[in-house]
């Protein structure tokens, strides 16, 4: 992408940019910084989305191009980045974003087919964290604050994105880093522990780091939650033929399965006390002793383990063992669920096409209402329920995606299922519960000034919930911005 640099504030004096992209990472200092992320082309998904960071920039010009490109330019002292998108419904300048006042402000520019901001055609608009931003058929999602460090502040797009493993790709900087830091961590076959809510990957980076460990053996999945404590160590470290009544031959078990390979233990906060006790000792002696068996055999394998469990939690109740849980987190990585990562949600897309519907993936194209509904949802079972809901709108709709294709959830989100989202008309007297909620509201817009992602996450609700109940109350939520 031509006219990507990085910004000289982001540079500390310390910094040696002969150093690799990891080390200076590591050293560089963290600093929250504001962000244009293009989300997805509706018409375009596999094209995935791409970021821009905004830390240099005082204007932002979009515009419909032949190809996807953005370029970086000084006017005087005014600085100024221009993106192009293949988008037949985009006019050549459709829209421009303006620093001022501290703060940014997306400006329609007299376009054919308008600027839609939230879901509502815009002619100025001040912008807060989260919003979403629809120009033609491309959606972006404006961020304030992206903690970012010097390598991040480039224009990156997905067609440039080289994950050393699949499953590893993001355009969010935090994230991103993680991920690089996994790569060094698997070559240097660290036990890797990975947390995270169902649905948010965890399988994928534990493949990841088998990947990325480089080893000739196997990767061999372990379902802890599925295996009875009576059967563990039978099931885990194998037996003799003749241990037991039914032991007709002798079997492996699944670590030494994984012998020279990577042992995966899923939802490792399932396993009993006394499970955990034996998982140590194979652990520590990095030995098996098979049941029925009089010599131990050694193992040599990547520990890879998962859990949605805060095992640290567990730990100060007495349900896990402490010396395990040091054993498995010799490094952590956290994975965000897809809410908190909603940037990704083009480049998960393309990627769910590509895997889940090959032959399909370049015809799926999404209509603007189903589009929205994907970016408010909340998606509680995260990218497993991302990729189910994919599948079947495709069967349902045959690749042109509408809102209807969607499932109730996804609806409900935009208020298609609540009659309650009507505005109250003027005049007409509130119930008690209303004025309680329209006080709440008005409360958090004053303290979050009008932040609708802050405000939705005081409330624990989406912030499409949020817009839908300032509409109904006649809640200008500009006028809480400074």
Not at 43 to 61: I, K, Q, S, T
Request: hydrophobic share 40%.
């Amino acid at each position: 992408m031509s006219g990507s640099h990085v910004d000289d504030d982001f540079l500390d004096s310390d910094v040696d940019l002969t150093q690799s992209r990891s080390v200076r990472l590591a050293r560089a200092t963290e600093r929250p910084a504001p962000y244009l992320m293009l989300v997805l082309e509706r018409h375009r998904l596999l094209a995935a989305g791409a970021r821009y960071p905004l830390v240099n920039v005082d204007e932002v010009v979009v515009g419909r191009g032949r190809v996807r490109a953005a370029t970086r330019e000084r006017d005087g002292e005014r600085r100024r980045l221009t993106i192009r998108v293949p988008d037949p419904q985009a006019s050549t300048t459709h829209a421009r974003i303006l620093r001022s006042d501290g703060g940014w402000t997306a400006h329609d520019a007299q376009s054919k087919n308008g600027t839609v901001v939230n879901g509502e055609p815009a002619t100025v608009t001040r912008l807060g964290d989260g919003d979403v931003i629809e120009i033609g058929q491309t959606f972006f999602m404006f961020r304030d604050a992206v903690p970012s460090a010097v390598g991040d502040a480039i224009d990156l797009d997905a067609a440039q994105l080289q994950p050393q493993a699949p499953g590893l790709g993001t355009l969010v900087p935090p994230l991103a880093r993680r991920f690089d830091a996994l790569a060094q961590v698997a070559r240097a076959s660290v036990a890797v522990l990975v947390r995270g809510e169902t649905g948010t990957g965890k399988e994928l980076v534990a493949r990841a780091v088998h990947a990325l460990s480089g080893r000739r053996g196997d990767f061999v999945p372990v379902n802890c939650g599925a295996l009875p404590d009576s059967l563990v160590e039978t099931e885990l470290f194998g037996y003799r033929k003749g241990a037991f009544s039914g032991a007709l031959e002798d079997r492996k078990g699944l670590v030494r399965s994984a012998d020279g390979g990577t042992l995966f233990l899923d939802e490792i906060g399932d396993l009993e006390l006394t499970s955990q006790a034996a998982l140590l000792r194979v652990l520590q002696e990095r030995e098996v002793t098979p049941v029925g068996a009089t010599k131990a055999t050694p193992v040599d394998v990547q520990l890879c383990a998962a859990t949605h469990q805060d095992l640290d939690a567990m730990v100060e109740t007495g349900k896990f063992r402490p010396d395990l849980l040091g054993r498995v987190a010799g490094w952590t990585l956290t994975l965000p669920p897809l809410r908190e990562r909603i940037e990704d949600l083009g480049l998960l897309l393309a990627a769910l096409l590509e895997r889940q519907l090959p032959e399909r993936a370049d015809s799926v194209t999404l209509s603007a209402e189903a589009a929205r509904a994907l970016l408010d949802y909340s998606w509680p079972l995260n990218i497993r329920e991302l990729g189910k809901t994919l599948v079947a709108a495709v069967a349902l709709s045959g690749g042109a995606i509408e809102l209807e294709h969607l499932p109730d959830d996804l609806r409900r989100g935009l208020g298609l299922t609540d009659a309650s989202a009507a505005p109250v008309a003027p005049g007409t007297p509130l119930t008690s519960g209303d004025e309680r909620l329209r006080a709440d509201l008005l409360a958090l817009c004053t303290e979050h000034q009008g932040n609708v992602s802050a405000v939705a996450r005081a409330m624990g609700k989406e912030r499409v919930q949020i817009r839908r109940w300032a509409k109904r109350f006649g809640i200008n939520l500009d006028s809480f911005r400074k």
